[in-house]
């Protein structure tokens, strides 16, 4: 079946550090891959997206590029903010006959500190 | 902006209660979904819907049930609480049934705690 690993949290770093969440998926077919990001006691924000091998997605100073030869989708950020401190969670959606179910990681707790 | 609401942040319920947990979203989207989150677990899938009275179960459907009576609503049920289904629960919807291209809209959640 379709699965998502992500890196084990939590994961702290200083503000301005070099952030990398690492994520990568077992799929058959080619799916499409995502990054959702969790504040504190709220719901899951899509961050970005790419639907095909090679795309990068981007928001909000964050990149993901989807590569389909290692099957990862690195989630990655040059200069880490405190308000970026959330819970980020990998997922892939793979179109069945039955409709657009996205499979999800367990999620990457960040904590970034002053 | 699409907007999925969820009628309660927290809720606070008895062993063996039944349990009503509300999803409403406005932008006629076909696709709504039921999401369990608990630490170290992700989220896992409950139930979800493609259409009006239309369910399937996901992952973990036992001791829940599930009704959509109208498109913009999705109502999750726990037929009789037990502790062991305290958690967060996320609802969500998205537009289009097929393409896997377009990524859930969710509600920002209702943590219920069954004592």
């Known amino acids: 079946g379709n699965s998502v690993t992500q890196m084990e949290g939590p994961v702290t770093l200083s503000e301005e550090a070099f952030l990398t969440i690492n994520c990568t998926y077992t799929?058959?077919?080619?799916?499409?891959l995502f990054w959702y990001v969790q504040y504190p006691g709220e719901g899951l924000q899509l961050l970005l997206k790419a639907t095909k091998a090679d795309d990068k997605g981007s928001n909000k100073g964050f990149e993901a590029t989807y590569r389909k030869e290692t099957t990862s989708f690195h989630l990655e950020k040059g200069s880490v903010q405190v308000s970026d401190s959330a819970v980020y969670f990998c997922a892939l959606n793979l179109p069945t006959g039955g409709g657009n179910k996205l499979t999800f990681g367990t999620g990457t707790q960040l904590k970034v500190e002053l | 902006d699409v907007k999925v609401t969820q009628s309660s942040r927290y809720l606070v319920k008895r062993t063996g209660e039944k349990v009503f947990l509300e999803c409403v979203q406005d932008m006629d989207h076909e696709n709504m979904f039921w999401y369990r989150q608990d630490p170290g677990l992700g989220l896992r899938l409950i139930y979800f819907s493609y259409d009006v009275k239309m369910k399937e179960k996901g992952d973990i459907p036992e001791g829940y049930s599930v009704s959509r009576e109208k498109k913009e609503r999705f109502s999750l049920i726990l037929e009789s609480a037990s502790t062991n289904q305290t958690s967060m629960y996320l609802c969500?919807?998205?537009?289009?049934?097929?393409?896997?291209?377009?990524?859930?809209?969710f509600g920002s959640g209702t943590r219920l705690t069954v004592v």
């Open positions: 969500a919807s998205s537009l289009s049934r097929t393409g896997g291209t377009y990524g859930y809209t």
């Open positions: 799929a058959t077919g080619y799916p499409s």
